[in-house]
């Protein structure tokens, strides 16, 4: 009878192992929500006096900044939306550092040198390669984004996308599509590529040589680093740096000169 009860007894823990380990193994394949690892809601700017075409260039930048973040995490580069609520997050540091007028290096970075985030990855272009002979080949290259193409034209308009430049390149034409909405355009692109007659479809990409943003992060606070590239009289490169810290409260502080 006991040997019958240590048999029921290991028979049991085996199972409640199996059923722990399952558990755990499901968890663990879980992926974690991208905006959860960047936890900085940063209280929301005056934007009254703002211009409208300042706010505009950053949320280009902020969705960029976003971009070069998801991209270093496997399951944030999955994802075909920019991640609303980090790009809130850097819009909002952003706006704070332009109202902190009390600051002078502020200046340097907004209004003498204009400083923005070189568009790398690319959220908004698409360049996509396709036969000479497709259907929507003659209306793009007249300019008209509509081609009365169904698989082209609903996922043109899906995402808000126009063409921009139409190209005559052997043995295949291209053309630049243009989002309206910031987008993760590597994964964009696997829908172009479904379509029949689609050679390739890929971001439009160039070498990082302008000006720049880059970022860090902590639980409470952005830091940024504003790049200007200039020439030296020897035809070499000089970049000037710029540092500031953005509190989740909305307090800017800056750093001096950095290197990212």
Known sequence: MSHNTSIFKF???SIILII???ILLSFCSTPTPFSTLYPIPIISANLSTIPDSIQTRAQDDAAILTLRIMNKDYYGSQILQIDPDVKTSIFNALMHLYLAREIPERDSVTSIYNIHAWPFPSTK???IS???DVPWADAWSKGNT????APMDSIVQKYNMRTTHYYLWAP????ILLSEQPWNMDILAREFKKIDGVESAEPVKGKVTGNDIKTRTALNNWTFYFLR???DPAGNTRTRIWAFRIYNDGTVHTLGGKTP
Do not use: G
């Open 130 to 132: 396709f036969k000479p």
């Open 125 to 127: 272009k698409l360049l």
């Open 11 to 13: 028979t049991l823990t």
């Open 172 to 175: 295949h034409n291209a053309s």
């Open 20 to 22: 722990l380990i399952i």
């Open 146 to 149: 509509q081609s009365d193409y």
């Open 229 to 231: 590239n200039d020439l």
